[in-house]
């Protein structure tokens, strides 16, 4: 098994900066993709970003792209977000994910692993 913590998040204002932290721990090396997804409420969850442990390959959705970064430290088994200008549609949960796939996948179903989510509020 593979456990997520997530952390980081928040109320901040438009414009404002948020870095989101997921730790890992357990059987961390049956997971090659990390992942943040996010849901607001009353839709459904989406994609954010990925990247992989090995190699640092990351893929992001075109909402966030250029606003967003995501990271990995291997030594310290987490899993960062970088959140900058943000939006108040940024606003919802975001959970960290863990995939056995190499691909970088953006659709939940391919993430066996997951945090318990973290609130992200963004005023205007």
């Known amino acids: 098994q593979v456990q997520l913590v997530e952390s980081g998040g928040g109320l901040v204002q438009a414009g404002g900066s948020l870095r989101l932290s997921c730790a890992a721990s357990g059987r961390i090396f049956s997971t090659y993709t990390m992942g943040w997804f996010r849901q607001a409420p009353g839709k459904e969850r989406e994609f954010v970003a990925a990247i992989k442990w090995s190699g640092g390959s990351t893929g992001y959705s075109d909402s966030v792209k250029g606003r967003f970064t995501i990271s990995r430290d291997n030594a310290k088994n987490t899993v960062y977000l970088q959140m900058n200008s943000l939006k108040p549609e940024d606003t919802g949960v975001y959970y960290c994910?863990?995939?056995?796939?190499?691909?970088?996948?953006?659709?939940?179903?391919?993430?066996?692993?997951w945090g318990q989510g973290t609130q992200v509020t963004v005023s205007s």
């Open positions: 994910a863990g995939s056995r796939l190499l691909t970088l996948p953006i659709d939940g179903s391919s993430y066996a692993y």
